[in-house]
T-cell receptor
Framework: GENVEQHPSTLSVQEGDSAVIKCTYS??????FPWYKQELGKRPQLIID?????GEKKDQRIAVTLNKTAKHFSLHITETQPEDSAVYFC??????????FGKGNQVVVIP | DVKVTQSSRYLVKRTGEKVFLECVQD?????MFWYRQDPGLGLRLIYF???????EKGDIPEGYSVSREKKERFSLILESASTNQTSMYLC????????????FGPGTRLTVT
């Protein structure tokens, strides 16, 4: 099955700086790559996703890039704010309605 | 607005008890999922269901079973709870293609003593 790995496990950034989280996946048939954000004590929620026919997608301060050749995709958060502090999960799907999640990255934005 | 609810936020059970966790979604989603969330291990899929009475094992099905008698309801059953099943349990639902977005419930923190 699909194996998704995230790096680094914890990321601390100064408020206003950028944060980048990278994920790698193993199944070359995967074609859907979402990112979920989970704030402390709350449920995971989708923040952005990308399909394999697109190389980059942006939504305000967040963007996701996909490199199919290298089988990795990254979440970019610009101008970080305290409310960006959360655990971020990447995931991948090969079209079987299932998502294989990574183990999560803790992002801490230091005011 | 999609709503996924779970029957309990916190649950304490004794070793050997049979435990039922209930999940209900109100958006007519075909797919429903049960995950277990443990620190450092992310979200691990226990079981999922793509239709009423249909189920598939996820990555860690041992010690669990599920039931989906109605489209909106998906139950996770711990036949004989053990201390290593102490965890946060998250339910989710989604449509089938082209959208794979999963909507999560608030979670049930289960403690087995």
């Amino acid at each position: 099955g699909e194996n998704v790995e995230q790096h680094p496990s914890t990321l601390s950034v100064q408020e206003g700086d950028s944060a980048v989280i990278k994920c790698t996946y193993s199944d070359s048939a995967s074609n859907y790559f979402p990112w979920y954000k989970q704030e402390l004590g709350k449920r995971p929620q989708l923040i952005i996703d990308i399909r394999s026919n697109v190389g980059e997608k942006k939504d305000q301060r967040i963007a996701v890039t996909l490199n199919k050749t290298a089988k990795h995709f990254s979440l970019h958060i610009t101008e970080t704010q305290p409310e960006d502090s959360a655990v971020y999960f990447c995931a991948a799907s090969n079209g079987n309605n299932r998502l294989a999640f990574g183990k999560g990255n803790q992002v801490v934005v230091i005011p | 607005d999609v709503k996924v609810t779970q029957s309990s936020r916190y649950l304490v059970k004794r070793t050997g008890e049979k435990v039922f966790l209930e999940c209900v979604q109100d958006m007519d989603h075909e797919n429903m999922f049960w995950y277990r969330q443990d620190p450092g291990l992310g979200l691990r899929l226990i079981y999922f269901s793509y239709d009423v009475k249909m189920k598939e094992k996820g990555d860690i099905p041992e010690g669990y079973s599920v039931s989906r008698e109605k489209k909106e309801r998906f139950s996770l059953i711990l036949e004989s709870a053990s201390t290593n099943q102490t965890s946060m349990y998250l339910c989710a639902s989604s449509l089938s293609e082209p959208s794979y977005e999963q909507y999560f419930g608030p979670g049930t923190r289960l403690t087995v003593t």
